[in-house]
């Protein structure tokens, strides 16, 4: 009775390749190019995505993915407001959209892109029609966020935003990082709907960063860690807020309140129900501001 010779095992994946390593995993025989580094010998590429679909997501502290920590959100914000600051420019008629504004010529001038959207309540333009955000103009509450008035006003508010956004956008992770800025920002420009004269333009990211002063106090105190450092900042900031000609006092603090009002509500939802908390709070600061929105309306045009 005759025998047959053993037959050298190939690669599953390349049957013309032989080799004698096996996948720790399903057993499968695997040649050099389809080997992947296991914590114990080899696997072959199924099932080390299998694995990979099998393990949860990493998580922050409060929720968020593991993704913040690129700082997509914020370099996406900082992009956008420096491609509106360059079709401000580019729609400038007086050609003082970078600079011969205020603070001695420092700040810029208003351009036709900030009069469509800085936040405004309600005006006559010089063309006799009636504008802001009385007028149905709400769009105003969202695009002041991203409009400035001069180079040094925009590099300003970027400065601020690459080094606070980066480091909350990191601990929150991208989308909690996106409705904090947003609700701060937006918070801050119905702040100033409602206190400031109606016929008054304001514009610029600082009622986000204002926001994003408070919360990362806010957050750091809830992780327990030192905030000695921040406090002298913030309080600077609203020195200068309160000294400094046409700063918008209404929409710093607005920021500010509600900044810390949204990160409180991300910082210290229970872990249990911690994703549906943060969404109702979220919403429930949104329904309120819509709401002061519609009674300064109300009293606008009354």
Aim: a positive charge; charged letters at 15%.
């Amino acid at each position: 009775m005759s025998e047959s010779p053993p037959t050298t095992p190939v690669c599953y994946r390349h049957p013309g390749r032989e080799t004698y390593v096996r996948c720790t995993r399903c057993d499968r025989s695997i040649c050099p190019d389809c080997m992947r580094e296991a914590s114990v010998g080899f696997q072959c590429p199924e099932c080390v995505a299998e694995g990979r679909r099998s393990v949860r997501p990493a998580r922050t502290a409060f929720g968020g993915g593991d993704a913040g920590r690129h700082g997509y959100v914020t370099k996406v914000l900082i992009g956008i407001n420096l491609l509106v600051m360059l079709l401000s420019i580019a729609a400038d008629r007086g050609g003082d959209a970078v600079a011969g504004g205020g603070l001695g010529g420092l700040l810029g001038g208003p351009t036709p892109l900030t009069e469509w959207g800085a936040v405004l309540g309600r005006a006559m333009f010089d063309d006799g029609t009636i504008h802001g955000v009385a007028e149905g103009e709400w769009y105003r509450l969202v695009t002041a966020m991203f409009l400035h008035y001069g180079l040094p006003h925009l590099l300003l508010n970027m400065w601020a935003l690459w080094v606070l956004g980066r480091s909350l956008e990191g601990v929150l992770g991208p989308l909690r990082f996106a409705a904090l800025y947003f609700i701060a920002g937006f918070g801050g420009n119905v702040v100033v709907y409602l206190f400031t004269a109606p016929n008054r333009m304001s514009a610029g990211a600082s009622t986000a960063i204002f926001g994003l002063f408070a919360a990362i106090f806010v957050i750091m105190r809830r992780l327990g860690r030192d905030t000695s450092a921040i406090v002298p900042i913030l309080v600077i900031n609203l020195i200068f807020t309160f000294t400094v000609p046409n700063i918008s006092v209404a929409g710093h603090l607005g920021g500010l309140v509600f900044g810390a009002l949204m990160a409180l509500v991300l910082a210290y939802a229970p872990r249990s129900r911690r994703t549906l908390v943060q969404a109702g709070g979220g919403a429930l600061i949104m329904v309120a501001l819509l709401g002061l929105v519609l009674v300064r309306t109300a009293a606008l045009l009354g």
